[in-house]
């Protein structure tokens, strides 16, 4: 395998006023072009964040909830804060709600709330109404390689209060800790509590009730994925990410394209092709490789910048003859493109079609910074309007 990773290539120029049109790959080497219309970009409801039905923050709650010693604050520890699975053996019991904004370090931007094991729902101190309220996903951890008798009747309690305060939450089940399992083992285990579960809602009249599950380990990349697809779905706009990845890759004769969150290594958005494990491991491995070398050659004596910039790109050839190829697209975003060879040999026309997409992708987060400032412009008003008894003053300005 032979690597190249330049933190210092120079991008073609950003013309304000150029024209979004991709130039597309087929097999005569012609290059056509698609216009504006082709490149759809629209923002349904305008925001890229997540959609939030019940506050002005832009920014929904994701619950990780389960019996003790499940494994809720490692994982959290794992995807977050990049500790090593090994530490987490000594992490301590959790015995209060801890709550993370996950804004701050990344474009991915939610608050993760881990919460102790055992949660008295009857507690009147525990507002159980108000923490369901704004939660966007509800992520239940079940310990696959202890007896889940206790945990399955948790799940049920825990859902079917949750979805009585709020029906839009996504009820999220990490069969975890499967890395002591064979293969067989845990699809039995899966279709075992999906069962279970799901026949618990039925006796309680609650099919419509709709539960994910997912294997998972802090171990391997498992944990990434699951947490990548529960991402997902709290962005409104990841129909028009995929739109964009499509034509992207159908463009330039890729076969595979992620749009990474750097800091997590949680996709945010791929086309719409099949994932496979083998391929996000890679792409996890090459963000690795790519920060861990740009910190050691990247940065200078006197820079105390991030390792991550805007020249940041990386290109690793596989033995196989297939080409990795990571380039930046914000500050927080990475795509990386699996392609044979050949097609590489069109870099040009990929880099050409790659500013485009990035433009596009760029319009998007625009809409959304202007939805999130007239959100909170607005929040501003009625809280003005609420403070003033008549509410006849408006918000200065
Ligand atoms: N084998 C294996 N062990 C894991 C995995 N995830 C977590 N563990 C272990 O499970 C134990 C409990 O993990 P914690 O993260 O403290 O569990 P918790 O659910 O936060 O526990 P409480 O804070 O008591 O509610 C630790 O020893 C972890 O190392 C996994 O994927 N595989």
Redesign the pocket.
């Known amino acids: 395998m032979t690597s190249e990773v330049n933190s210092k290539y120079s991008e073609e120029e950003d013309g304000e006023d150029e024209a979004l049109a991709m130039a597309y790959y087929d097999d005569d080497d012609d290059l056509d072009t698609l216009t504006d219309g082709d490149l759809d970009c629209s923002c349904e409801d305008g925001v890229l964040g997540f959609s939030d039905p019940f506050s002005s923050e832009v920014k929904p709650r994701i619950l990780l909830m389960?019996l003790?010693?499940?494994?809720?604050?490692?994982?959290q520890k794992v995807v977050f804060h990049k500790m090593s699975?090994n530490e987490?053996?000594f992490?301590e019991?959790?015995n209060k709600i801890c709550r993370e904004d996950v804004s701050n370090s990344s474009f991915v931007s939610f608050q993760i709330w881990?919460f102790?094991?055992q949660i008295d729902f009857f507690d009147p101190t525990f507002d159980y109404e108000m923490i369901f309220r704004g939660t966007g996903a509800l992520i239940f951890?079940i310990d696959s390689?202890d007896d889940y008798v206790e945990a399955l009747s948790r799940l049920h309690l825990t859902v079917t209060r949750a979805y009585k305060v709020n029906p839009d939450i996504n009820f999220e089940v990490f069969i975890?800790?499967v890395?002591?399992l064979s293969d067989d083992h845990k699809i039995e285990k899966q279709r075992d509590i999906h069962k279970r579960a799901n026949d618990d809602l039925a006796d309680a009249a609650l099919e419509r009730i709709h539960l994910s599950f997912y294997l998972?380990?802090?171990?391997d990349h498992s944990?990434f994925e699951a947490f990548s697809k529960v991402v997902q779905k709290l962005i409104p706009q990841l129909p028009t990410l995929e739109n964009l990845l499509n034509i992207f890759i159908s463009n330039s004769g890729i076969e595979k394209a992620f749009l990474f969150d750097v800091v997590s290594k949680i996709y945010i958005a791929t086309d719409s092709s099949p994932v496979d494990m083998q391929t996000y491991e890679l792409c996890c491995d090459m963000i690795d490789v790519v920060i861990d070398i740009s910190c050691i050659y990247g940065l200078t004596g006197d820079d105390a910048g991030s390792p991550y910039d805007k020249e940041s790109m990386a290109i690793i050839r596989l033995n196989n003859t297939t080409v990795m190829y990571l380039k930046e697209v914000t500050k927080f975003l990475a795509l990386v493109c699996f392609l044979r060879e050949e097609s590489f040999e069109r870099k040009g026309l990929i880099d050409y079609n790659f500013h485009c997409f990035r433009k596009a992708i760029q319009e998007v987060f625009d809409v959304r910074v202007k939805v999130q400032r007239s959100r909170k412009l607005l929040s501003q008003r009625r809280w003005s309007k609420q403070a003033t008894p008549n509410g006849t003053q408006g918000l200065p300005h």
Not at 68 to 75: A, H, T, V
Not at 216 to 219: E, G, L, N, R
């Open positions: 389960g003790r010693r499940s494994g809720k604050s490692s994982i699975p987490t053996l992490l019991s959790t881990d102790p094991g951890v390689q975890h800790k890395d002591g998972t380990s802090i171990y944990i």
